[in-house]
């Protein structure tokens, strides 16, 4: 198989997976209450074998998935989404212990993950964290020694050795947190070492009852909730240290560069249904004399926006092949895939509401509901400004100084 085609298994899959969206999850989500987690579909997803398939399969079958559910129920994808997301760190760097105990959950939808980055100073410039992950000698595994070291590694990345040992306090706030509050654990990226850059930020896995973590929803134009944390003196160990102390803005972005063509898969959903529904209104739509179809414009828009959402499509599916492959390219790639994607999403979902009216506006209508859904692509898991950064630096990094 190439990364410019799908077998025939692939494609039925595809299918299959369209249908359950329309037929399963579909009913769960135009149930569910606008800003709160929707336990029941995620407990569908958990039934129908979705959510273990975020940790058995590889980077372009995560793409097919996320591609599929948005193509028929946008709700249903970002729940999976938002479950691989908070729990890949888990799977990828936890413990033994750490995996056992909350990976099943998240398998069978009864536990919900959320993924704590941003903060409100420090979005698309994740190095600049400033959740401070300071040393407590009260933690559990106190040794009794009030003394605290750090050592340097080869590679210059920092580490509290004896500092892990005794634990952390966590002070500060994550903001625009997706399924906060209500996620049951938070992958949480906190400054063990000030001023190290993002050399000094640690990941750890937080449960939800931890004293001194609280939260409160915020208001977005966004149908999954979102939410602010707070984290008061928040006691964590070396037990829930998920890598190594000092290299968790490695587990982020390892993380990232995974899910980032994946958002590009999400979008190219979103496109297609916005596509699907515009070849299905303007063949109907009466309009001067003969069909909408029959007039040049829009037949040449139309063709535009098929154009750009294969092509889109194509680069998604590259991208995920090329992470499955392990090439060195893939940060380029993903980030390439993702701004194309969600770049062209906005623009195919916008059209195609020109070419449908008034009607597309109406409260209810699929284009009023996807062209809500397809803003915030365009920002989180890295703004498109960020994306292109990325390239540019990637592309930059191949070019030998004079």
Known sequence: MTAFSLDPAQTAWCAELRTLAEQRLRPLAEKGEPGRVNRDLVAELGRLGLLDRLFTSGALELCL???SLARACTEAETALALQGLGAHPVHAYGTPDQRARWLPGVRAGTTVAAFALTEPDAGS??????????????ANGANGNSDSATEADDSGSVHAERDGERGWRLTGEKCWISNAPEADFYTVFARTTPGAGARGVTAFLVPADRPGLTGSPLEMLSPHPIGALVFDAVPVTADDV??????GFRVAMSTLNLFRPSVGAFAVGMAQ???DATLAHTAQRDAFGGKLKDL??????????????EAARLMVYAAATAYDEGAPDVPKRAAMAKLLAT????????AAVQLHGARALRRGHLLEH??????A???????????RGIVAKELYATVEAP
Request: proline share 5%; glycine share 4%.
């Open 65 to 67: 998935m996320r591609e």
């Open 125 to 138: 410039d994740a190095a600049a964290l400033a959740l401070r992950a300071d040393p407590d000698s009260t």
């Open 242 to 247: 998920l890598g190594e102390p000092g290299r």
């Open 273 to 275: 249904s916005a596509l």
């Open 296 to 309: 040049q414009a829009v037949a040449h828009q139309v063709a535009e926006m098929a154009l750009r959402t």
């Open 343 to 350: 770049e062209t999403a906005q623009y195919v979902v916008d």
């Open 370 to 375: 996807l062209y809500r859904e397809v803003r």
């Open 377 to 387: 692509p365009r920002i989180y898991e890295g703004a498109s400004e960020v994306q």
